[in-house]
Structure formats: structure tokens, C-alpha cells
């Protein structure tokens, strides 16, 4: 069982950056892949980020959308996934989830199994 929570969330300007960070209790937490989903409203919940350890290291996938302005990262040895975002635009405002799944298709919402609460994104000037 994981248990997971986000921060950082808040209302920022167009240009402006946020750090997002997950907060994850219960063990084995460098075997889940880690992700980042958004959704707005009336919108599904799309894919973000995603980050995974493997025996070479750390893996990350973004989505188009994001690459570039945006970074996800974890430290192993506090179980908690970050996920710094830059240059951000009025369209990046949505609630923000961190999940984290077993293994699957790392941009598909359906390969994860914890969910965090959510936490709100708004880019607005």
C-alpha cells in the first residue's frame, strides 16, 4: 500500500515556475514508476511526466506538451517525486496528481495503482 501526497501547488503568472512535490509513505517506493497527470475542468486526465529506476538509472517521459519547460525528478531515499515547472502558460491550469504504478504504460492513467489527492495549478495574470 502507498499512500501519497502532493504540495506546492498555487496561482502563479504566465512565465512564472512552481515546484510540485509527492510525498509517498510505504515501502519499495524506488520499484514504482512514478507520474505526474493533470486535468481540468471538464477535460480527462492527461499525462504529464513520468519517471522510473531501472539497473541504468533513472528514466523520464514527458508529454509534448510539457517537454522542455518542464522536469521530474525523485529522491529514492525520501520517497518523494518532484516535478519542476517552468515558462508556465494559462493552459497548464489544472489540478495536479502524482501516481504511482507497479509497471504498464507509463502514459496510460489506468496503469496506476496510488493516487494522490490532487493539488491545484493556476496560471492566470
Known amino acids: 500500500q502507498v499512500s501519497l501526497v502532493e504540495s506546492g501547488g498555487g496561482l502563479v503568472q504566465p512565465g512564472d515556475s512552481l515546484r510540485l512535490s509527492c510525498a509517498a509513505s510505504?515501502?519499495?517506493?524506488?520499484?514504482?514508476?512514478m507520474g505526474w497527470f493533470r486535468q481540468a475542468p471538464g477535460e480527462e486526465r492527461d499525462f504529464v511526466a513520468a519517471?522510473?529506476?531501472?539497473?541504468?538509472?533513472?528514466?523520464?517521459y514527458y508529454s509534448d506538451d510539457v517537454k522542455g519547460r518542464f522536469t521530474i525528478s525523485r529522491d529514492n531515499a525520501k520517497n518523494t517525486v518532484y516535478l519542476q515547472m517552468n515558462s508556465l502558460k494559462p493552459e497548464d491550469t489544472a489540478v495536479y496528481y502524482c501516481?504511482?504504478?507497479?509497471?504498464?504504460?507509463?502514459?496510460?492513467?489506468?496503469?496506476?495503482?496510488?493516487w494522490g489527492q490532487g493539488t491545484q495549478v493556476t496560471v492566470s495574470s
Open positions: 510505504g515501502s519499495r517506493f524506488s520499484t514504482y514508476v
Open positions: 501516481a504511482a504504478s507497479r509497471g504498464g504504460t507509463y502514459y496510460n492513467p489506468q496503469s496506476y495503482d496510488y
Open positions: 519517471t522510473a529506476t531501472s539497473w541504468s538509472g533513472l528514466s523520464t
